[in-house]
Structures are given as structure tokens and as C-alpha cells.
DNA sequence: GAACAAATAGACAAAATACGTCTAATCGTC
DNA sequence: GACGATTAGACGTATTTTGTCTATTTGTTC
């Protein structure tokens, strides 16, 4: 069962690269078998479909990326720079590799069509993260919540929000890190106590 | 009939960067038609067949290789500066753009199935303007070809020749250029007169 | 080296996709 | 309104891909 997923993991490993270049269409079940240097057939014992592959591929890298998020923000340091690291690693996980700019569009619609529930458990995964740290970090006076009237979640719910927003107005040119940093320091000052 | 190149050269320059990212066999018309803006119908208007398309996309790319070979090459300045410049001018032309290095290698083969003749003639063609420009060098004494025993034709041959195989055996690491450069200064060791 | 599980090549029918052709409708220009 | 150029869309055919299956090979364990 173990050596099973091992297996798995390393046809997924193989198998994202090939979607990020060629788009979910245009991969075909013999491009990753290759990829993956084992023949069509053992594939197929892996995976019943192509469909179930991507699947088990978003999964992964949604694990993988949550990981990531989950020891960046138990880092020490102040909770707004732990914030950025961590939708930095949210980003850089799930939405730069994919970002070739053509196959980015087709990829994630069919990322939402076949793997929709991963996508969104780990989107509220992130949030009840981002959440539990602005809690934390408010027990602990380090920042004050209560003159913006917001609890965590609401805060945690805007940044997710304006991360989502920034990603899709600016695709993937360049200023999404700017904006990013923008509202880190909007939010460090809206947060930070002793200020007005 | 003008109208109809311009139109043609149109399609080919949004169908080369189409083809050298998905490879020959993954694109498809209805790819070139989106990228050139076009129905799928107008495309067949202009080309008859996906193979006629990529006949002409390499005509295509070969004529302006060319052109600016000769370019390069009518410059002022000495010779062997002269040919470096021509060589990178066709390698950028005809090969960087495609070193994809997945669909490099298809790419090539399928060019030599349907297009073997327009490479060997810009190949005969780039043969014979090294040799004229060699030719000229020597009429001006700028090199002297005596002390190696060989024709302007024998030289370019060479230059060409180890082109080849210099590209053959790094591919697109980059080595190659390194490579280049130390032809050139054989050659231009061997070539310069007042020299033993 | 016999026994066993895992991986493979290769063939296969069914489904999906691409090709190349055609017609009828739309668009822009004169 | 007439004209040529462009288009959407449907079409049959050919090719490719999918997913399944069997027989064979490979590698391991006893």
C-alpha cells in the first residue's frame, strides 16, 4: 500500500510537468507514460483514467502546497510577513508552475470541472490557516484587530479575496508581486497597535 | 497575388511559434486558424494542407535566415568576424527558435520529410556566400588561403561542416557558442597573412 | 531453478479528435 | 444593392486516443 502510493507519487511528479506544457487536451495518456518511463499499460494500474490522474496530480500539489503554507506561517517573525510567505508559497505552488500563459486558462478550468472540492478544501484550509495565525498573534498582542471591527476570519477572508482578485486582473505579467506587497503593508498598519 | 503573400506570410508568422511550441504532430489547424485570427476555413484558403502550411512556414523562415546571412555578411569589417556574425545569424534563424528541446527533435525530422529540399538548398546556398566572401578576402589580401591548401569553397565547407557538428553534439546546452567562437579564431590563426 | 508478483509489449474495439471539403450566411467595400 | 472575401458550421473520412485485455518478459523470493 505504501509502495503503491510511491509509485503514484512519482507518475504524478512526471505527470504535472507535462500538463503545465502541453495543457490537460493536448497530453495524451502515452506523453506521461513516457514521461514517467514506464509503459502505457502500468499507467493504467496506477489510474483508471486520464481524468483521475489530473485529479490525484491537483491533490498532490495542493497537499504539497498547504504543506508549504503550514510551515511558513509557524515560523517565528511578525504575523503580517508570515501572512505574505505564506500566500507567496500558496502561489508559487499552484499557480506559477501552471503559468505558461497559454495552457494557464485551460488548465485551471478543468482543474475546476474535475478537481473542484480539492481546490476549494484547500482554499478554506488556507483561510481557517491564515486565520488561526491572526488569532494567535492578537491573543499575543502583537497585533489589534478591534479598530477595524473585523474578526480574524474576515481579515483572513479579505487577503485570500484580494489575492484571488490579483491574481486574476494582473494574470501572470509581473506587478501580482507589487500588488501582493502593497497589501501587506496596508494591512501591517491597519493592524499594528499604537497607531490610530 | 500580393495581397495573398502578405496574407500567407501573415498566417506562417503566427503558425511558426505555434508549431515550435506543441511540435508538429500536437498542433492543429484549428491552433494555427486561433493564433492567426482566422477562421479554419480561410486557412484552407490559403494552404491546402497542414503539410503544405509547414512546407511554407520553413520556406518561410529559411528566406529570412538567409536574408539576413547576407546581410551580415556584406558588412564591412574582416572576414572572419564577418562569418562568425553570418553563422549565429543562421543559427539564431533556423534553430534557436525551435530548441524547445522537446519538439526540437521532431521538429527537425519532420522538416526533413517534408521540407528536405528548401534546407538543402539555403545549406548550398550559405555554402556558396562563405565561400564568395572568403573568395573576395583573399582577392583583397586580407587572407591567404595558400599556406592551408585549400579552396574558398574547401574553408566554407569546413565552417559549415563543424557548425553542424557542434550543434549535433551540445544541442542547445550552450556550449555551442563557446564552440563557435574557438573556430573562429583558428581560423582566423590560420588564415591571416605575415603569419608562419 | 521453480514459483510468484510486477511490468511490459502489443492488439483491440469504442470513443474522440483532426483533416479536408462544402454550403449557406455574414461582413465590409465599392 | 452588388460584389468578393470571410465566416460558422456541418459533413464523411482518416487518424489518434482511450481504456481493456492477453500473452510474454522481468525480477524477486524461496
Known sequence: MEKQDHKSALILDAALPVFARYGFQKTTMADIARAAEI???????????????????????HEQTMSDVEAVLGRTGNVVDRIAAAISAFQEGLIAPFSKSENAKEL???????????????????????????????????????PIEASPIDVASLIAAAMDGIKHSFSADGPSVEALRLLMRVLSLALTPGRR
Chains 1, 2 share one sequence.
Open 39 to 61: 509503459s502505457r499499460a502500468s499507467l493504467y494500474l496506477a489510474f483508471n483514467s486520464k481524468e483521475e490522474l489530473f485529479r490525484a496530480g491537483s491533490a498532490r500539489a
Open 108 to 146: 485551471f478550468d478543468i482543474n475546476m470541472q474535475l478537481a473542484a472540492d480539492i481546490t476549494t478544501t484547500a482554499r478554506s484550509r488556507l483561510l481557517d490557516l491564515l486565520a488561526k495565525a491572526l488569532s494567535n498573534a492578537q491573543a499575543q498582542g502583537e497585533i489589534d484587530l478591534k
